[in-house]
């Protein structure tokens, strides 16, 4: 089984940033594509990023575009998520997923292996 941890989470201020890690354990990262998910309270989950398995192609939901990046440093089996501009509306618990296909793509079914999620609080 897949085990991945997510750290990084927070309170920062709306215009701060941050960076979120997902750290992939028993399983070599580059054999998988990696998504990030969010789910803000009473909503559902949604996603965010994603990073795919060789010759990185990636791909961001609109509401993140120009302001998250998403990378891999597959040495050190992790994956990023570059948070910047945050506004109070990305408040939410964030995941990261594994997707065993060759590409990625915003869909949570793809996704075989979830983290246990990182808390992010965007307020003044």
């Known amino acids: 089984q897949v085990h991945l941890v997510e750290s990084g989470g927070g309170l920062v201020q709306p215009g701060g940033s941050l960076r979120l890690s997902c750290v992939a354990s028993?399983?070599?990262?580059?054999?998988?594509?990696i998504g990030w998910f969010r789910q803000a309270p009473g909503k559902e989950r949604e996603a965010v990023s994603c990073i795919s398995r060789i010759d990185p192609n990636v791909h961001y939901a609109d509401s993140v575009k120009g302001r998250f990046t998403v990378s891999r440093d597959n040495a050190e089996n992790t994956v990023y998520l570059q948070m910047n501009s945050l506004k109070p509306e990305d408040t939410a618990v964030y995941y990261c997923?594994?997707?065993?296909?060759?590409?990625?793509?915003?869909?949570?079914?793809?996704?075989?292996?979830w983290g246990q999620g990182t808390q992010v609080t965007v307020s003044s």
């Open positions: 028993r399983f070599t990262l580059d054999h998988y594509a």
């Open positions: 997923a594994a997707d065993p296909t060759l590409t990625c793509a915003l869909t949570l079914g793809r996704y075989t292996d």
